[in-house]
Structure formats: structure tokens, C-alpha cells
Nanobody, 111 residues
Framework: QVQLVESGGGSVQPGESLRLSCAASGVDFSSYSVTWWHQAPGKQRELVAG???????NYSDSVAGRFTISRDSVKNTISLQMNDLKPEDTGLYFC?????WGQGIQVTVSA
């Protein structure tokens, strides 16, 4: 059984940073492309960052230059370093591999 568990969310002020992590059981992150998604209040879930099997990252225009995705194959985790956070980054963040999703974790950015 595959389980993905996100951690590291919270409430911060604009310009601050957070680091999200996603721990996996039942699936080997290093064998698949992995992604992070963002769902703002009242909006659809959208892809913000991904990493291929070959460790090539890609980002949406809204987070490029501010967010960094990484993978730890030893710990079987993926992370999302979020810098210079903006109010529009507020919402739930989900990690994803294949058709498996975490439960989501809340990030709130407000002054």
C-alpha cells in the first residue's frame, strides 16, 4: 500500500521561507517522476514543480526562481524549498507520484 505524507507547512509572512517534505512508503521515489501541486482557496489544483527520474527539475512560471524541488533517495523523500513566499502561494500543497497523492498540507502567507 502506497502512502505519501507531507510535512512542513505553516503560516509565514511575505518574503519568508518554508520547506515542505513528503515521505513515501510503498513506492520508491527514485524510480519515478515526482511532482508538487498547489491548490489555492477556491481554485483548481495546479502543478508547481516536478522532477524527472533523471533529476531534472521543472517549475511553473509562478514559482520559478523561488521554489526548489529535491529528492533524497536514501530517505525516500521529496522536498520543496519555498523562498520569498507571496500571499498568492497560500493554499494546500500536495506531493504526487504516479496516481498517488498525499493528504495535502496548508501553507498560509499573510502580513
Amino acid at each position: 500500500q502506497v502512502q505519501l505524507v507531507e510535512s512542513g507547512g505553516g503560516s509565514v509572512q511575505p518574503g519568508e521561507s518554508l520547506r515542505l517534505s513528503c515521505a513515501a512508503s510503498g513506492v520508491d521515489f527514485s524510480s519515478y517522476s515526482v511532482t508538487w501541486w498547489h491548490q489555492a482557496p477556491g481554485k483548481q489544483r495546479e502543478l508547481v514543480a516536478g522532477m524527472t527520474v533523471g533529476d531534472t527539475p521543472n517549475y511553473s512560471d509562478s514559482v520559478a526562481g523561488r521554489f526548489t524541488i529535491s529528492r533524497d533517495s536514501v530517505k525516500n523523500t521529496i522536498s520543496l524549498q519555498m523562498n520569498d513566499l507571496k500571499p498568492e502561494d497560500t493554499g494546500l500543497y500536495f506531493c504526487n507520484v504516479l496516481y498517488h497523492w498525499g493528504q495535502g498540507i496548508q501553507v498560509t502567507v499573510s502580513a
